[in-house]
């Protein structure tokens, strides 16, 4: 069926022809949605484009406005903040549970079940329950209050300092179950032979975890990265449905400033030019090491 | 994009297949999703269906920010909608100037749009290069402070008559643990209230030529310093709201956690929805009691253009059934808001409407910022605001400077 | 615990030789030793954390009006009602059509079904192509599409419009199946080529060998030896498909509104005070088919990803 399973040597464009074939959704969506679509998009924000694409450049206009925007600073600082804190912690949080669900316990699905079930909520649901336990007039404060406590104060989500760690919370609850999982799940696939080696070895068990299980297990790390950290540049639907970026603009995001220019705002220009602006942090970060990780190594 | 390819295109997508169905089904988008919108939404569509056609409901909730992206994208990606709400201003500019809209010219002369609706600005804003776009359907005004007599009476203070005395009431109501003035965390409340405070405090000419003229140096002056001055005391006042949602903080004055809230008419149906009559149990001070005047802001509809000839027809009838005398005014009682013409009579009008029907009569309008500003410049706006109220260590001054920047920049 | 091991027999087996392992001398081991009491505690709390919102949801949901407002969001319903349920389902209001969420529930199923076969079955068949028949460029592909996984969906809204209207298919649902498979594709194929390189290369040797074509060895061969990880990627595209709000309502028309249309039309309708029953009664009954979809088989979805998570 392919042209490899043949002795002879056909034209090398026709080798593996099926396996190019059946990729080709995977070609075209590559090139045509997400790189097409990012060239369009950093084309565009060299414009004055409002509601509709136009092609009247400007130059860096957009750019420099971009740049003086307070909120669009504020955003940056809150993602850097967000993004910081989700990762460490989901990472720790969810390596500890693994560690924890893998240690031959009783009762390890409904555990699993009532860490992993948040997943399957959706951002607004999230944001709009953790809106309202978070509600100093409802929820903890309140409660904790009428516990006798009265001066107890915890309204992270009026308070512009702290309000970013009251969305953390809420991203921390529907995501890290899922963290468990995917490590529970390459914790399991550790061979057993390792264990006993480092047990006769007499190496203590942190140790173990920390120096070998860990690095064994780099390419579900892997995964998890990629799904943590596209999570955490996308965080949009969490922070509308909890804080709608308030009090005032201090639980502002990246997202949520190109999607505000780009439809309430009318001014396409600008929502492409911050887009553009994540997407060139997120290529600078990632593209190196998506190629070295994927690309590069020769593999099968 | 070229716009004229984008027609084109347009026209060849739009083999709807289901057009075969029932030829005069429209399909309108709308964001009126609340309980009294959509009462008022059922006496369009009522009216509507009794023409022949069918009033095929699209509502998205979340208004204009949920709603008009998707709008947008469907009369730009060729699956158009039969009718759509913007309100109107310049939301609809770009797509009419892409030839993606239906004129309505023909429509409006043969019924003579231009003498019947009031105030003449409203078709002004429908209209652009002489040709009419959309069918305007009711006046918004956003120039009203809502004031809970009850919390007032608690506090021991007399209801105040203006701004002035309600901002020297305000320390009498916080010592009784009345938050004096709600004002809820979306942004556009924030901005909202500003734009009512500068025609209050600073007076027609100088809004006209702040938000009209875009002129740095009045924005600059002390005119609108002293609006600052006067929003620093809303700020002040404003503190402990802690809610979201604009009919939250309407509840607050309805229960009497608040002594009072900026807000549009609109505010109006929450009260009627809690039962409270006007003048007993709330006040309602045009201008801030201070400058009479009321913008005519407002919602339209916009038609966008189809390739089926019956749609078209049935286009044209609803956008003459939208301002025809009956549907003005039993859309506009349910919506609380003023018919868009004259000569229409709503003599079960409450006080409060009477006041701004009356204020109307005498032509004290303006337009309002939606008209004048472009949605980028309203954004930036916004995002100020909302930032000045939730933040007290932003001086008036450095507000003002941001405020002129913003101006200055503004088409 | 026992039907895990009955299911899964070698990480559970595993991990039972596992427990043994602990620094030497340790205490034998009992019911109630230090160490459980740590481990187990531990767990609870954790449990405590993300059971709270859930109970606050049920809780809420089943109370009236008057008394969620006299505060305490965590104490049990004095009066249980089922009025918000009732309302949430069919009765609430999205503009003129007052049936409430179950006019969406339908269109849900209609878009999810053929979106989550359809992805999945694109990214496998890309994942076995890459793990297995890898030809010159596929991997710079792949980057791309691992790329694109961070682009906010925000932004690619209007050149999807754009692709989507000169395909003539914007506004159908053909259209929503292909963007769903468009988004679903950077996680998936990631999983299934994790997943495909896992399994032993002599298999596909001797199929090779035996002259097995591409497709033949993926139908015959990939397919039936990879259910852990189609039970994962269902998982992962129900979840996320049916949650969806955005594509929905931008790319269809509104006779495919899904349910979270109307979801979003409940939470955020203004009217009066904010009927925080209905809305957590509308959010439980919305995030009911993904969450049933966790309980049955939130089990298969670890074994699964163990399958073929670690070797990479």
């Known amino acids: 069926m392919t042209g490899q399973a043949h002795t002879g040597r056909p034209s090398k464009l026709l080798r593996n022809l099926s396996s190019k074939i059946a990729s080709i959704p995977m070609m075209l969506t590559a090139v045509v949605i997400f790189l097409g679509g990012t060239i369009w998009t950093v084309v565009y924000s060299f414009t004055n484009s409002k509601l509709l694409p136009r092609a009247k450049f400007v130059g860096f206009d957009q750019y420099e406005r971009l740049w003086d925007a307070p909120r669009w600073i504020v955003s940056i600082q809150n993602l850097a903040i967000y993004g910081a804190f989700t990762l460490v912690f989901s990472l720790v949080i969810g390596f500890l549970l693994a560690a924890l669900m893998d240690q031959k316990i009783r009762f390890e699905n409904t555990f699993r079940t009532i860490f992993l079930y948040p997943f399957a909520l959706s951002f607004i649901v999230t944001g709009l329950v953790w809106q309202w336990i978070l509600n100093p007039e409802f929820g903890v404060q309140s409660v904790v209050r009428s516990l006798g406590w009265t001066s107890f104060t915890f309204d992270p989500l009026y308070n512009a300092d702290i309000v970013i760690y009251g969305v953390l919370i809420a991203g921390l609850w529907q995501g890290t179950g899922l963290v468990m999982c995917l490590l529970l799940a390459g914790l399991r696939g550790i061979d057993e032979d390792i264990w006993k080696a480092s047990r006769v070895d007499g190496i203590p068990m942190w140790k173990t975890y920390l120096f070998i299980v860990i690095p064994m297990m780099r390419p579900v790390f892997i995964t998890t990265l990629v799904i943590i950290a596209s999570g955490i540049v996308k965080v949009y639907d969490l922070v509308v449905a909890q804080t709608s970026g308030g009090p005032g603009i201090a639980s502002e995001v990246p997202a949520k400033y190109v999607y505000d220019y780009m439809f309430q705002a009318q001014n396409l220009g600008q929502g492409f030019a911050a887009s553009t602006m994540m997407l060139v942090t997120v290529a600078i970060i990632i593209v190196p090491w998506a190629y070295l990780e994927f690309g590069g190594r020769k593999r099968v | 994009m070229k716009i004229r390819s984008m027609a084109a295109i347009l026209a060849a997508t739009v083999v709807l297949p289901f057009a075969a169905a029932n030829a005069t089904d429209l399909e309108v988008t709308h964001w009126w999703t609340s309980g009294g919108e959509a009462a008022a939404v059922a006496e369009l569509a009522k009216a509507f269906d009794a023409t022949g056609s069918k009033w095929v409901d699209g509502a998205i909730a979340g208004s204009g920010g949920t709603a008009r992206p998707i709008m947008v994208s469907r009369i730009t990606g060729g699956d158009p909608m039969a009718a759509t709400q913007f309100n109107h201003g310049r939301q609809a500019e770009e797509l009419v100037e892409a030839g993606l809209m239906r004129d309505l010219t023909d429509v409006a002369t043969r019924e003579n749009w231009k003498d019947i609706i009031k105030p003449a600005s409203l078709l002004d804003s429908c209209t652009i290069d002489g040709k009419i776009y959309c069918a305007p359907v009711n006046i918004h005004s956003w120039q009203w402070l809502w004031l809970s007599n009850g919390a007032f009476e608690t506090a021991g203070v007399a209801v105040p008559k203006n701004w002035d005395e309600f901002v020297a009431a305000a320390p009498a109501l916080e010592k009784a643990g009345i938050v004096p003035l709600a004002v809820g965390g979306q942004p556009w409340q924030a901005a909202g209230a500003f734009d009512v405070l500068m025609v209050a405090i600073a007076g027609k000419d100088v809004y006209q030529k702040v938000f009209g003229d875009k002129d740095e140096e009045v924005a600059a002056g002390p005119d609108i310093a002293r609006v600052f001055k006067a929003a620093d005391d809303a700020r002040r006042m404003s503190k402990g709201t802690n809610v979201q949602d604009w009919n939250q903080a309407t509840n607050m004055v309805i229960t009497g956690k608040a002594g009072g809230q900026i807000m549009g008419d609109w505010a109006q149906g929450e009260f009627a929805l809690a039962g409270k009559v006007a003048g007993k149990d709330y006040t309602c001070l045009p201008g801030l009691g201070v400058t009479e005047v009321i913008a005519t802001g407002g919602d339209a509809f916009y038609f966008p253009l189809l390739e089926d000839e019956e749609k078209s027809k049935a286009q044209e009838v609803l956008a003459s059934t939208l301002v025809s005398p009956a549907v003005q005014v039993a859309f506009n009682l349910k919506k609380g808001s003023l018919p868009v013409r004259g000569d229409v009579d709503l003599a079960a009008a409450n006080d409060c409407m009477k006041k701004g029907l009356e204020i109307l009569a005498k032509g004290n309008v303006i337009q309002w910022v939606d008209q004048l500003l472009s949605a980028d410049s309203q954004k930036q706006k916004e995002d100020l605001f909302s930032e000045f109220f939730a933040n007290p260590s932003m001086t008036p001054e450095d507000a003002q400077k941001r405020f002129v920047d913003i101006i200055a920049s503004a088409e | ?312």
């Not at chain 3, 160490?35 to 993300?50: D, E, F, K, Q």
């Not at chain 3, 990880?229 to 129900?238: H, R, S, T």
């Not at chain 3, 966790?294 to 979805?301: A, P, Q, T």
């Open chain 3, 1 to 312: 615990m026992s039907d895990t091991v009955a299911l899964n027999p070698g990480p559970a087996l595993a991990a039972a030789t596992r427990a043994g392992v602990e620094p030497r001398g340790a205490k034998p081991r009992r019911a109630l030793s230090g160490r459980n009491i740590m481990l187990y505690g531990t767990l609870a709390v954790a449990a405590l954390y993300y059971l709270l919102p859930l109970y606050v949801m049920v809780v809420t949901s089943m109370k009236g009006m008057p008394e969620i407002r006299l505060g305490n969001i965590f104490s049990p319903p004095l009066e249980v009602t089922f009025e918000p349920w009732v309302k949430a389902w069919a009765q609430a209001c999205t503009g003129l059509n007052c049936d409430g969420l179950s006019r969406g529930f339908w269109n849900s199923v209609r878009i999810t079904v053929p979106s989550t076969l359809i992805s999945i079955l694109v990214a496998s068949v890309n994942g076995y192509a890459l793990a297995n028949w890898k030809f010159k460029g596929a991997d710079l592909f792949f980057t791309i599409l691992i790329v694109g996984a961070f682009i906010p969906y925000q932004v690619m809204i209007y050149p999807i419009v754009i692709v989507l209207r000169e395909m003539g298919i914007y506004g159908t649902l053909t259209g929503l199946v292909i963007v769903h498979t468009i988004f679903g594709m950077p996680i998936l194929t990631l999983l299934f080529r994790n997943y495909f390189s896992s399994l032993p290369e002599e298999l596909f040797k001797a199929a090779r060998i035996d002259g097995a074509g591409f497709w033949q060895i993926y139908f015959r061969i990939m397919l039936p030896m990879s259910l852990p990880i189609f039970v994962v990627a269902m998982i992962l595209q129900i979840t996320g498909i049916w949650n969806d709000f955005l594509f929905g309502v931008v790319f269809t028309r509104p006779e495919y509104y899904p349910m979270t249309v109307q979801l979003n039309n409940i939470v955020n309708s203004v009217q009066g005070v904010k009927e925080y029953n209905v809305n957590m009664a509308a959010t439980l009954l919305t995030g009911a088919v993904p969450l049933i979809v966790y309980f049955v088989s939130g089990r298969l979805f670890v074994r699964g990803i163990a399958a073929g998570a670690v070797k990479g």
